[in-house]
């Protein structure tokens, strides 16, 4: 039940982390499972995380990212971010997630920024072939992150999230917002990309999109429709 992370990648180029299992209680607080930050060319493969916290997370200045064949749960879901809590942060850029199964998480695939001015950056990132098990918010973009209310009320994030992409997603939402594109006023998102997306809400019920300040484009059977 590690503080904060449980394996930490700062700083590195060039890491693959391979055929891991770490494992804390749901209820652990703040123990999330890898955090990667200032890094590039950092490789998860074939692991399985199930924590209080973030599943994997990440931080300013990371890029070139592949995450492949990875199970997360219990916990938060795979996350980008939070960004934007200093001026100047370097951005998150060449991201993959491919083959992913999350189960009971509180998000799936999320990113994250704070409700504050600062400037900063996410793109080229691709989520393919994810598989949803009651995750409560499945595909979430949220830059009005604020948790205490902290200095950031009446903010909008300065951080610009651009061309990220969704393929093949499917599964169950344990909410009826399934698709959650909450963006900057300021700095909307652009160039988000759908395509094959089957989210329902519990069993077969239909699940709901909601958009604001995002645009972009859908491809192929998504459900639910769209927002942008
Ligand atoms: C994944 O890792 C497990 C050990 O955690 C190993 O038994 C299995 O062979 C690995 N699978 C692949 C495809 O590398
Ligand atoms: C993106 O990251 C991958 C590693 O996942 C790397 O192989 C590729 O060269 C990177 N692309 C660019 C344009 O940097
Ligand atoms: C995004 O990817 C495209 C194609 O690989 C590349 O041309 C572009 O420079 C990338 N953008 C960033 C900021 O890395
Ligand atoms: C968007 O990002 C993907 C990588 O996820 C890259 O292959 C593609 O070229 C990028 N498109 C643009 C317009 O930058
Ligand atoms: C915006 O945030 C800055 C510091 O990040 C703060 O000084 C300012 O009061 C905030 N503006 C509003 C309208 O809350
Ligand atoms: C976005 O987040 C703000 C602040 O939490 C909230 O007031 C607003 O209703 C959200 N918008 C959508 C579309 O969910």
Known sequence: NSKVFHMAIFDCTGVTVQGIRIIAPANSPNTNGIHVSHSRHVRI?????????????????????????????????????????????????????????????????????????????????????VTMNRVANPILVDQNYCPRKVDCAGNSSGVQISNISYTDIEGSSATPVAVKFNCSGTNPCSGIKLRNIRLTYKHKRPAQAKCGNAGGSASGEVRPPSCF
């Open 45 to 129: 493969l074939n692991t399985t995380i199930g924590t209080g916290d973030d599943c994997v997370s990440l931080g300013p200045g990371t890029s070139n990212v592949l995450i492949r064949d990875i199970e997360c749960g219990p916990g938060h879901g795979i996350s980008i971010g939070s960004l934007g809590w200093q001026d100047g942060e370097e951005g998150v850029r060449n991201v993959t997630v491919d083959r992913a199964v999350l189960t009971g998480t509180t998000n799936g695939l999320r990113i994250k920024t704070w409700a504050m001015p600062n400037s900063g950056s996410v793109t080229n990132v691709s989520f393919s072939r």
